[in-house]
């Protein structure tokens, strides 16, 4: 059997610094893969996620899109789509150095996205796109005591003002967990037993701690995300959990009509900073858009035979 040889490229998002943010790898011309070769790539690359360009199937958009954790695929996530924008914009641009402002159409298992990136030559190429799904809340929660031990906590260092454990979903599903302090924060690990009997199955991607201790007093909100059911032990950066989130910061803190705007920070005790850029609007007591930005820099190019 012949083999392929493909170019790829890695990134690191939601970052303007090499070495932190969430890595991302890219595999360009993927169209004659297959889906159990595109996984055993996401798997050797052991990133987050891989992306997988493929042509797409209206030519009046960028790419079709096909993007895998290291256990399986999935809908849509946020530092995929991030990162592949800015990278089909480089690609395009007349110029490595020209200054560019495009609109990059991807076509994702949850829909189309367009995604607005801004290339500048002495910037840090920044992306930034409107929510596919808007977030909706979901019934199905395991009990406090559940969660907590499932990530190493105790039931006490759950939740903060009127903020308790919820679960809501806009393409991924994600349960949410208040943590009352940094301290406790630095503190959270994955009990793989308790991880077992409390979130193993429960159908959501993985379970978002967050608090509103920064590290950085810009940030409004730290977060981290564990997701060992798909081969994430921990997220550096986590886009469509963010996305996700802006149901979880209407529901409690009931923003008043108009256009908000939240940073959160994230892969902090993983040595990999991440800067998220959350904007809210509300019209009528009810979240109207979400919109999701960030950085993302080019680390390598190179090649994989298949």
């Not at 208040?178 to 406790?184: F, I, K, R």
């Not at 190019?301 to 298949?306: F, K, L, S, V, Y």
């Amino acid at each position: 059997m012949p083999r392929m040889e493909l170019t790829f490229h890695t990134l690191d998002v939601f970052t303007d610094r090499l070495f932190t943010g969430n890595p991302l790898a890219v595999v360009r011309d993927a169209d004659a893969l297959t889906t159990e070769q595109m996984q055993a790539v996401a798997r050797e690359f052991n990133l987050s996620e891989t992306v997988f360009f493929q042509k797409p199937e209206n030519p009046a958009h960028t790419a079709k899109v096909r993007i895998f954790t290291p256990g399986a695929e999935i809908p849509f996530a946020g530092h995929p789509t991030i990162g592949a924008a800015i990278l089909a914009a480089r690609l395009k641009a007349p110029d490595p150095n020209s200054d560019l402002d495009c609109i990059i159409a991807l076509e994702q298992k949850i829909g189309i996205v367009r995604v607005g990136v801004r290339l500048r030559k002495d910037q840090v190429a920044y992306a930034e796109f409107d929510a596919p799904k808007l977030p909706e809340e979901e019934t199905s929660l395991p009990p406090v005591e559940m969660l907590a031990a499932a990530v190493g906590l105790l039931p006490r260092e759950i939740g903060f003002a009127n903020h308790r454990p919820t679960r809501f979903a806009a393409g991924n599903s994600f349960a949410f967990v208040p943590v009352a302090s940094l301290e406790e924060m630095g503190r959270a690990r994955v009990n793989s037993q308790h991880w077992q009997t409390a979130v193993a199955g429960q159908g959501f991607v993985g379970v978002y701690l967050y608090c509103r201790e920064t590290v950085h007093t810009t940030s409004h909100f730290h977060a981290r995300m564990f997701a060992p059911d798909v081969g994430i032990a921990e997220d550096p950066a986590t886009g469509s959990a963010a996305v996700t989130f802006a149901g979880v910061i209407q529901k409690f803190d009931a923003l008043p009509d108009g256009h908000h705007k939240r940073i959160i920070e994230q892969g902090y005790e993983m040595g990999r900073p991440s800067i998220i850029s959350l904007a809210l609007d509300v019209a009528g007591g009810r979240l109207r858009n979400v919109r999701i930005g960030g950085s993302a820099v080019c680390v390598t190019e190179g090649r994989i035979t298949i």
